[in-house]
């Protein structure tokens, strides 16, 4: 009977019988970090959206001063800080690609390359084991696989 059969993980979240307790905790490691990295690029797409739409509301602010009689300030708005670069030479969709193209592309590569080389490219291997000893077996909730799975 394999794993998946008696409540385990399925061969997909199966270590393979070469891949010792380090190499599965530091693929979790990398993991982990690489998590760390999704989250901080959503921060920052996030921070791209929200720079967009300032600069977008900074725009209709102008079109409202100046309609409001304040021609001289909504000139300055629009000269000085509509369109204006967030970083030297740069606005947030360049940053943005920037991060993707010199560095998260190349960590989810690096992160994929250890996967293969070292556990036939299985993923969250760590956390699959770690939800074998959490898990209270034969416990309604607390099954190794969704009921479509088994």
Request: proline share 3%.
């Amino acid at each position: 009977m394999t794993i998946s059969e008696s409540g385990g993980p399925d061969s997909a979240h199966q270590r393979p019988a070469a891949a010792s307790d380090k190499t599965v905790e530091a693929l979790g490691k990398l993991s982990e970090a690489l998590e760390v990295a999704e989250h901080a690029r959503g921060y920052l797409y996030g921070f791209h959206r929200l720079t967009g739409k300032a600069d977008l509301a900074l725009g209709e602010a102008a079109d409202l001063l100046r309609e409001a009689g304040h021609a001289e300030l909504a000139d300055e708005v629009e000269r000085d800080i509509v369109g204006r670069n967030v970083i030297e030479g740069r606005w947030t969709f360049q940053i943005v690609e920037d991060y993707d193209d010199h560095y998260y592309d190349e960590f989810k590569a690096l992160e994929k390359r250890a996967r293969d080389q070292l556990v036939e490219g299985k993923r969250h291997l760590f956390e699959a084991e770690m939800k074998e000893d959490r898990r209270t077996h034969g416990r309604a909730h607390h099954e190794a696989l969704p009921p479509e799975a088994t």
